[in-house]
């Protein structure tokens, strides 16, 4: 606890004074989640002892993030005092063009396009150097003799999303009969099923 002085001087040099106590009480800094992940606790409530109380919050300061937004709560020290602060809730990036499960690996690039723009992006074959391009070069699986499985991650503000693929891959000599793969699988994406059944990739030269 502190105490301050106020002092007023009038214009005939006359002077008042108003004293008083200052009691310590913080909420703590922001915070910030992702939405839907699990409780978190609230920190920085002081001095220790008080409870909390707000939207998605219990007494024991359990926030449980299940809207996006910036919410206020509220932190009540035992000596009586209040102290408020922000928690954002980010939203989850959506991938509006996911990759299919299964891809040749003589694949044009492909552009991700998600609905939170401005995030990184991180896979195998998307150098540091354009991570935030979202572009998905499937030339850098060219050379390899097997198939590869890749999973790509991005989202801005810390929250992300991923989008696993498998690259079968193709054959440089077009005398040679293609590369075939027994793929039977189906995935959902927003409202879309996709049913592949034995992929063919082949390497196709143009002079």
Do not use: M
């Given at each position: 606890m502190r105490s301050d002085t106020v002092t007023y001087i009038d214009p005939n040099g006359c002077k008042v004074r108003d004293t008083f106590q200052i009691i310590p009480i913080s909420a703590g800094s922001t915070q910030s989640v992702c939405h839907l992940t699990p409780v978190f606790k609230l920190t920085g409530g002081s001095p220790v002892g008080g409870f909390w109380s707000g939207p998605y919050t219990d007494s024991l300061g359990n926030f449980n993030p299940l809207d996006t937004g910036s919410f206020t709560v509220t932190y009540h020290a035992s000596n009586g005092c209040l102290a408020n602060k922000t928690v954002r809730v980010n939203a989850n990036p959506i991938i509006l063009n996911p990759i299919l499960d299964t891809v040749c690996a003589s694949a044009a690039n492909w552009q991700y396009q998600?609905?939170?723009?401005?995030?990184?992006?991180?896979?195998?074959?998307?150098?540091?150097?354009?991570?935030?391009?979202?572009?998905?070069?499937?030339?850098?699986?060219?050379?390899?003799?097997?198939?590869?499985?890749?999973?790509?991650?991005?989202?801005?503000?810390?929250?992300?999303?991923?989008?696993?693929?498998?690259?079968?891959?193709?054959?440089?000599?077009?005398?040679?009969?293609?590369?075939?793969?027994?793929?039977?699988?189906?995935?959902?994406?927003?409202?879309?099923?996709?049913?592949?059944?034995?992929?063919?990739?082949?390497?196709?030269?143009?002079?």
């Open positions: 998600v609905n939170l723009p401005g995030g990184t992006y991180a896979a195998t074959a998307i150098p540091a150097a354009q991570n935030k391009s979202g572009v998905y070069e499937f030339w850098r699986w060219s050379q390899a003799n097997q198939t590869q499985r890749d999973i790509v991650t991005c989202g801005p503000g810390g929250c992300t999303i991923k989008d696993t693929f498998t690259s079968i891959p193709f054959l440089p000599d077009s005398s040679r009969p293609p590369v075939r793969a027994a793929i039977l699988s189906i995935e959902w994406s927003k409202t879309r099923w996709w049913i592949l059944d034995r992929l063919e990739c082949r390497f196709h030269r143009h002079f």
